[in-house]
């Protein structure tokens, strides 16, 4: 009954960028243009926060050639989402940190990812009757209208081998975020030893927002042999972390409370 | 174990992020609690009208497709209407659904035909290593 959703693939931000449509508008106009949208409103995104730019704003705003008070709004909002992040985790992850040369660096990617991805969306939760799943570099956000439909299956990637899979999970509607070593623009490090993380390999996070799911991801990884027990300890959470022998602990309680009745 | 430098880091850092945190935009909140315990099984109601029918209002009963509260007028011994009073609506529907799933380990080496998932969620996605990866298999597949 399902049919095959129909897939668009880009390339922003040095990331891929693929989407799934299935339903009314998965071939369509109004389906072409919301993946456009979609693309934009990442490009967008790229323009303001890329690290890699020196000419982007947060580059300029972290030479101090800019106030916060002079950057677009959506500049605070990321730093105050990184802000909760850092104390959430205990200061493990930081948007600012000392650089290798002792200057402080203003790296926002850990935020900056799921949240433009999760605003990207909106296009495509504009279309009706229409599910999607987009992955935006490996973070992902589903949409699944009839409950009754099959979710979204989900494939966790295997980090010592990206053609591998070390897990499933289905999601209807929700967020799927990954860190690991690999990502371009990202050296991920426990702000608090300014080193990387011993023990894990990749951390999992599966929550309804992709702005959650990406930050307690890194958030978690950062705490090396402490990822799991991290993250079971985040509410709405479930996830999966891959340790650096290659075994992997799922984290999260069982099915809620949605079983009875019906 | 906390020295008075760590503690006065701390202090500056919460005092930023309460500074930060006025910027903070509604939508970065969006999580919201799980709405399937909202719904409690409420008292039924009756009321008799002035013609000496009895209406009965139903406890909300959860299905999966949302709450669901029916009233039922009785008159005579009959039952004369049937009134569906909360039908399931998009929004809670969606909450309804967001239960998370435990990831599921899995063993196989796979390839885009036989992988049986639609998405791949991974650590070392960049636009270099897209070719090599799974995902890039299954757009290119278009399953």
New interface residues.
Partial sequence: MTA????Y?A?VM???V?L?LRGRHADDAAGRAAWAGTVAVLQAADRVFSTWRPDSVVSRLGRGELALADCP??V??V???G??A??DSG?AFRVRRRGPDGTELLDPSGVVKG?AAERAAAALRALPDTDF?L?A????L?R??D??AA???????D?RD?????????????A?????????GQHLVDARTGRPPAGVA?V?V????L??ADVDATAAYVQGRDAARWLAGRP?????VVWSDGS?T?????????A??? | MVSGVRRIVLWLASTVTGVVLLFQYPTSTSSAPEAATVVAASPAGTTTGTDGATTVTGPAVDTRYGPVQVQVTVSGGVITDVEVVEYPDGDRRDQQINSRAVPQLVQETLDAQSADVDMVSGATYTSEGYAESLQAALDEAGL
Avoid at chain 1, 137 to 140: F, K
Avoid at chain 1, 251 to 256: D, F, L, R, T, Y
């Fill in positions: 095959a959703p129909t897939r693939v390339h040095g990331l891929p693929s799934a709004p959506e605070a909002e730093l105050a989402i802000a909760a850092e104390r200061g949240w799943a992955n570099g490996g973070d992902l589903c699944t209208l409950p009754g979710p979204w299956r989900i494939g966790i990637e980090p990206p053609r591998r899979l070390v897990a499933r999970v289905p999601v209807h509607t929700g799927v975020a990954t860190s690991g070593t690999a990502h371009r990749s999992t599966v929550a309804d927002s702005t959650d709405g959470r479930t996830g999966l992997a799922p984290v999260g309680e069982p099915a809620g409370p949605l009875s009745t019906a």
